[in-house]
């Protein structure tokens, strides 16, 4: 299985910060990356896919950038419902994995 | 406006088989390039596929639980299941159905169901 590892596991910010979540497999992935956002009581929901392709709806303060086994999420100017767990995901190769997320908390 | 939700029991004894059911709407589940899947998210942990049944009833499973799972598709009810048996209590979990599209990712989820093992 294609192991997905996301650094920082948490991370404490403030409103209007810029930041960024790391995300490395264990192999080459291509462009097969895709990011969630799930907030307490609800379904992930899907913010980035194919690494750098915005999905719809979604603010374009997201961004998403990499290939092969690295890849970030940015979010540029943090916003009050940012707050939340981030996860990774690759659909390179079944089994589909994820990453243990990051969760992402005000400071 | 795809939507996806699951239902079934919240309770299922150590031992039994675990059956839930996703009923989809807004679109065709026999649409092709759509994988429909199932996903669970142990209490405060990561996400775990388990596996999807393809549009023309094709299944696949995650290594980890073939041996238990069983997901079918009822094409004219617009719903596909998921059967895990012999469970444990390490299978409570929330567990999710999702649609994996076309773009290689799950873009539509269902709001999901808890699900807990009683001994």
């Known amino acids: 299985d294609i192991q997905m590892t996301q650094s920082p596991s948490s991370l404490s910010a403030s409103v209007g910060d810029r930041l960024t979540i790391t995300c490395r497999a264990s192999?080459?992935?291509?462009?097969?990356l895709n990011w969630y956002q799930q907030k307490p009581g609800q379904a992930p929901k899907l913010l980035i896919y194919?690494?750098?392709s915005l999905h719809s709806a979604v603010p374009s303060r997201f961004s998403g950038s990499g290939s092969g086994t690295d890849f970030t999420l940015t979010i540029s100017s943090l916003q009050p419902e940012d707050f939340a767990t981030y996860f990774c995901?690759?659909?390179?190769?079944?089994?589909?994995?994820f990453g243990q997320g990051t969760k992402v908390e005000v400071k | 406006q795809v939507q996806l939700q699951e239902s079934g029991p919240g309770l299922v004894k150590a031992s039994q088989t675990l059956s839930l059911t996703c009923t989809v709407s807004?679109?065709?589940?026999?649409?092709?390039?759509?994988?429909w899947s199932w996903i669970r998210q142990h209490p405060g942990k990561g996400l775990e596929w388990l596996g999807y049944?393809?549009?023309?009833?094709?299944?696949y499973y995650n290594p980890s639980l073939k041996s238990r799972l069983t997901i079918s598709m009822d094409t004219s009810k617009t719903q596909f299941s998921l059967r895990l048996s012999s469970v444990t209590a390490a299978d409570t979990a929330v567990y999710y159905c999702?649609?994996?599209?076309?773009?290689?990712?799950?873009?539509?989820w269902g709001q999901g169901i808890l699900v807990s093992v009683s001994s």
């Open positions: 999702a649609r994996h599209s076309s773009n290689w990712c799950f873009d539509y």
């Open positions: 807004g679109t065709s589940i026999i649409s092709g390039g759509h994988y």
């Open positions: 194919a690494a750098s």
């Open positions: 049944i393809y549009y023309s009833g094709s299944p």
């Open positions: 995901q690759q659909s390179y190769t079944t089994p589909w994995t």
């Open positions: 192999q080459t992935i291509t462009s097969y």
